[in-house]
């Protein structure tokens, strides 16, 4: 099978290097030239165009900046979909956006060239070492033919749905770290300037119930199933926590924004009468407010658990 890497940059110039050590026949194209030494050296073939390599190629993997790269590294003029072949694959590697993905899609559809959206998470230490989450969207019965070649670059390779799930699934990943981080800047902030020492408050809340666990896996049981009675820490009860946190901001003169988002919530929650109900009770404002529903099995949970 001959491979094809477009954007040797800080993410894709690991997954190319994978790829090469895994065996296959790659060819390898960048804006800069110089960017692909290491891949030459390797054993790896330069292709001086886009088209020169999309023609070649069996499978082509994208690794590029953003919306507007990719869609010119499919459409341009002598971009893949021209010169790609019926019955080829297309792994675009980049964090994109899902509407923009779906409308090259159609395209590529159009001309039988399967393209899957499959942006990765593990960064570039990731990507060199192969510790990579890979979220792919996409036909399944494609996926099944195509996809086995992700495994030479990713140890968590994850089909999510139809196209523009991947990226879907990306973005809700990263604006979770990028909020959950100003959260933790702010408290962190809060207990510092209240007089804790920063390392001996970074090892008490990471030995606390929130810091042993994985970010995601304690709204399994509660929020994602919609089970918030019996409560297992009652919403009046960490009403009283928020509000002392609070005033403790205060007292320091700590600025607590989204505490403070998060505390409207509580309250609303408590003016409808759930202060007995977990929690987590107020997370279903959210879901009312985006007009969804999500209700969980306890089965479903749990074999999201078995799979890592």
């Not at 993410?11 to 110089?34: I, P, Q």
Request: proline share 4%.
């Amino acid at each position: 099978m001959k491979v094809g890497f477009i954007g040797l940059g800080g993410m894709g110039s690991g997954m190319a290097l994978n790829l090469r050590k895994a065996g296959y026949d790659l060819l390898v194209h960048d804006l800069r030239r110089e960017s692909a030494a290491p891949l030459e050296e390797a054993g790896a073939t330069w292709a001086a165009s886009i088209a020169e390599l999309g023609a070649a190629a069996d499978v082509v993997f994208t690794s590029l900046p953003g919306p507007v790269e990719m869609q010119a590294v499919a459409l341009d003029d002598g971009g893949l979909l021209s010169v790609m072949r019926p019955g080829t694959a297309w792994f675009d590697l980049t964090t994109n956006s899902p509407t923009v993905v779906r409308e090259v899609y159609a395209t590529a559809q159009e001309r039988n060239i399967d393209l899957f959206d499959a942006p990765v998470s593990g960064g570039p230490k990731g990507a060199r070492s192969g510790k990579l989450a890979i979220y792919v969207g996409g036909d399944r019965a494609a996926f099944d033919r195509h996809g086995a070649v992700l495994d030479a670059i990713g140890d968590q390779v994850l089909y999510v749905g139809e196209i523009g799930a991947g990226n879907t699934a990306k973005l809700v990943h990263n604006c979770a770290s990028i909020t959950i981080r100003l959260a933790i800047a702010e408290v962190f902030t809060m207990g510092v300037k209240a007089g804790v020492e920063p390392a001996a408050l970074y090892h008490a809340i990471r030995q606390g119930a929130i810091g042993r666990s994985r970010t995601f896996d304690r709204v399994g049981d509660r929020y994602l199933q919609s089970a918030y009675e019996p409560p297992s820490f009652a919403l009046v009860l960490a009403n009283k926590d928020l509000r002392l946190a609070l005033e403790l901001a205060d007292q320091f003169d700590v600025p607590m924004r989204c505490a403070r988002v998060a505390q409207e919530d509580f309250l609303e929650a408590l003016d409808r009468g759930w202060g007995g109900r977990d929690s987590q009770s107020p997370l279903q404002l959210q879901n009312e407010r985006a007009g969804v529903e999500i209700e969980l099995t306890a089965q479903e949970v749990a074999d999201v658990f078995a799979r890592g």
